[in-house]
């Protein structure tokens, strides 16, 4: 999603890779940290995933970002690199019934409040 909001902020296309079907999860950094943290004070010694059980196409998310950034850019395809995932969604099922650690945001794509903070640091 950076790479989007970035080539948008620009007016550059915004590249997705493939056909743009493949999926991501997005999550707040505080969720993530508060996952981490949960997983640091617990017991638990399995492999936990810490996200948000909600994903988005690229396609998607490239929409998402012109949208709300106002931008004029394409989007151009490029190929899909050979180790790129089709699929990025964490089964949280470990974390909220392990740790007890519920994300609290549910972001529901790209926000304006990360664009806005790509505008003041980019």
Avoid: K
């Amino acid at each position: 999603m950076s790479n989007f909001v970035v080539q948008a902020q620009r007016r550059d296309p915004l590249t997705v890779y493939g056909d743009g079907r493949q999926t991501r999860s997005l999550c707040y950094a505080s969720d993530s940290v508060a996952g981490v943290i949960a997983l640091l004070d617990s017991d638990v010694v399995d492999p936990v995933n810490i996200g948000i059980p909600e994903e988005f196409t690229l396609s998607e998310l490239a929409q998402i970002v012109i949208r709300l950034t106002g931008t004029t850019s394409p989007i151009v395809h490029e190929p899909l690199p050979q180790d790129d995932s089709i699929r990025r969604w964490p089964d949280i099922e470990r974390s909220t019934t392990r740790l007890g650690c519920h994300p609290r945001e549910f972001p529901r794509g790209p926000s304006l409040h990360t664009i806005v903070w790509f505008r003041s640091e980019v």
